[in-house]
C-alpha cells in the first residue's frame, strides 16, 4: 500500500535531480501512483519543509532560459505550461538582474552576425526568429537598430 512517505520521498527524489513546479510533481506522482489521493498531502508537507517551492523553481527556470537565449514572452509562455502563472511568473522575470534587451542583441548577433540587416527581406527573417525566440518588439527594435528603450 502507498502512504504518504512514499510519495514524500518518490517528490524529494525527483527535486534532487531539478527544481520542479508544484504542478509538475504533482502531474509526475499522479501518474506514477495512480492519481492517489494522498499527492496533494505529500505536496504540501514538502511545501511547509521548503523542500518545494514555485517561486524557487520560476526564478531557476527562468534563469535558465535566459542562459538558452530566450525571450520574456518564451519564458512566461514555458512557465505558465509547467503551473507558474500571473505575479509569481512576473516577478521571476522582471526581479532578477536580467538584461532582456542586451539577451537580443547578443541572441541576434551570435545567430546572425555583428552586421544590422541591409535589406527588408533578411531584417524581416531575423524579426520572425526573435519573435520565435520570446523578445518583444522594443527589445528586437533595440537588436536591430542598437537604439535604446
Known amino acids: 500500500m502507498v502512504n504518504i512517505s512514499v510519495l514524500r520521498m518518490a517528490a524529494m527524489n525527483l527535486l ?3 527544481e520542479h513546479s508544484r504542478a509538475e510533481l504533482h502531474k509526475k506522482l499522479s501518474q506514477r501512483f495512480d492519481n492517489h489521493p494522498g499527492v496533494d498531502d505529500a505536496l504540501n508537507q514538502l511545501a511547509a519543509d521548503g ?4 517561486s524557487r523553481f520560476a526564478e531557476a527556470f527562468t ?8 525571450g520574456p514572452r518564451r519564458v512566461t509562455q514555458e512557465l505558465s505550461e509547467r503551473g507558474i502563472t500571473g505575479s509569481l511568473a512576473q516577478t521571476a522575470l522582471w526581479e532578477q538582474e536580467l ?4 539577451l537580443c542583441l547578443n541572441t541576434r548577433a551570435r545567430r546572425f552576425g555583428e552586421q544590422a540587416p541591409t535589406d527588408l527581406k533578411e531584417k524581416a527573417r531575423q524579426i520572425r526568429f526573435l519573435q520565435y525566440r520570446g523578445f518583444d518588439s522594443e527589445q528586437i527594435r533595440y537588436a536591430l537598430d542598437g537604439q535604446s528603450q
Do not use: T, V
Not at 523542500?51 to 514555485?54: A, I, N, R, Y
Not at 534563469?63 to 530566450?70: E, I
Not at 538584461?99 to 542586451?102: I, P, T, V
Open 16 to 18: 534532487a535531480m531539478r
Open 99 to 102: 538584461d532582456w534587451f542586451d
Open 63 to 70: 534563469r535558465m532560459r535566459f542562459r538558452q537565449g530566450k
Open 51 to 54: 523542500l518545494q517551492s514555485d
